[in-house]
């Protein structure tokens, strides 16, 4: 017979290490997933650059200037989520994930890494698509 008093807190200690492990899992993802941005918005830097200085029209030469400014901002927003995402690390070790806000820091990290996602996916895909379409 399940005796509640007497398993209950052990399984309370199991479910929050099981959530702890979850926790610092999706956070090394996303750090993984972060290093990954930074080094295809460089990597697209270049490529832009290498495609400048090959082409002086003047349409391409502003539609370069609309990525170059794109990648910039890119960068700026790749820098702030690091340092969110080095002080949610930092909180998690020091053992400060049972605060209240914890968990709502923790879903508003995983929106913001998500909606970067997408977007980073987007201008990606415009910057292969009009470049493209203007190197032939």
Do not use: T
């Amino acid at each position: 017979m399940y005796n509640f008093e007497k398993d209950m807190p052990s399984e309370i200690v199991k479910m929050d290490k099981v959530i702890n492990g979850q926790i610092k899992h999706e956070l090394s993802s996303w750090l993984r997933l972060i290093e990954f941005f930074r080094q295809e918005n460089a990597l697209l830097k270049y490529r832009l650059s290498e495609l400048v200085d090959n082409n002086d029209d003047r349409d391409f030469l502003q539609i370069a200037e609309y990525f170059q400014n794109e990648f910039l901002l890119k960068d700026e927003a790749l820098k702030k989520l690091i340092k969110e995402l080095q002080e949610y690390a930092e909180l998690i070790e020091k053992g400060k994930n049972e605060s209240p806000n914890h968990l709502s820091a923790h879903i508003r990290l995983r929106k913001c890494i998500h909606e970067f996602q997408k977007k980073y996916s987007s201008l990606s895909a415009e910057f292969n698509e009009k470049m493209l379409q203007n190197v032939y």
